[in-house]
């Protein structure tokens, strides 16, 4: 798999990826991250990228030339056109399911706008897909798109040791996950439950699927609604609901 990035901060990005489980993907060919610094393409002889809103309004726009030809050198470089993300206030939230998804793609293209945004006309032209982490905004779209990459790379086959190590996380199945323990069995007066030394397998899977109903039913009550659950499930959930 390869992602592209678009940015004006190529050394933050690459600061983040190249360390880590994500690092190690790359390092093991897994996986290419590129980050192309925006700035490279202005035709403005100062370096300059943004410029002020029409209509007026507070702080700079980026312009969409360099963006453009930032873009376009990429598509020559592909042979095709990526597909390219803008990450965005404005985008739909980003769920386990959409990266899912986009780890089984062969890569795509992640645009981070800074200032107060970017022309409106080269998104037009440009962008495929616009994805939000969530209702609130940051200084540029950087943090995201390293989110975003850290969230696909970890599905990628190979990244992580084994497929369950991420097929029994929180949000995987729909659910939250179930509380973990490690090493020492009683720390600061607090010991592990006796199931999960008990040896007793199907009993420890008991516990930790109703652990994991436990906490979305207390925590996130409305991940209920689209998590796909069995009798024995919705079972006990009704002698949890009942006071
Ligand atoms: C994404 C990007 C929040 C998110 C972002 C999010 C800077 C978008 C600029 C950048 C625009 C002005 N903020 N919630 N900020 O995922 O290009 O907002």
């Known amino acids: 798999m390869r992602i592209d990035i678009l940015t004006l901060f190529p050394d933050m990005c690459r600061a983040v990826f190249h360390e880590s489980i994500v690092g190690r993907a790359i390092d093991k060919g897994l996986l290419e991250v590129y980050a192309h610094d925006i700035r490279d393409y202005t035709l403005d002889k100062h370096n300059r990228v943004d410029d002020t809103p029409y209509g007026g ?16 050198a990429l598509c ?14 404005q985008g739909k939230t980003l769920t386990q399911a959409r990266a ?8 795509f293209a992640l645009l981070c706008g ?44 190979g990244v992580l040791p084994n497929e369950e190590a991420f097929s029994q996380e929180s949000h995987y199945d729909g659910l939250l996950e179930h509380p973990q323990y490690t090493k020492p069995y ?35 009550p409305e991940l209920l ?15 949890v609901k009942k006071p």
Request: one cysteine or more; glycine letters at 8%.
């Open 114 to 157: 800074h200032y107060e945004g970017v022309d409106e006309r080269v998104l037009e032209e440009i962008v495929d897909e616009e994805i939000s982490l969530g209702d609130y905004v940051l200084t540029g779209g950087e943090l995201p798109a390293l989110v975003l990459t850290d969230c696909v790379a970890r599905m990628v086959p």
């Open 225 to 239: 609604d689209c998590a796909e659950l069995t009798k024995t499930d919705l079972e006990f959930l009704e002698k």
């Open 57 to 72: 309004g507070m702080g700079m726009l980026m312009q969409a030339q360099p963006i453009y030809d930032c873009w376009r």
């Open 100 to 107: 899912k998804e986009l780890s089984q793609t062969d890569g």
């Open 76 to 89: 020559a470089e592909l042979g095709k056109r990526p597909h390219l993300i803008y990450l965005s206030p």
């Open 186 to 220: 009683e720390w600061n007066g607090k010991t592990v439950p006796e199931v999960l030394i008990s040896g007793h397998h199907a009993n420890i899977e008991k516990w930790k699927r109703e652990q994991s109903l436990l906490r979305t039913y207390q925590r996130r």
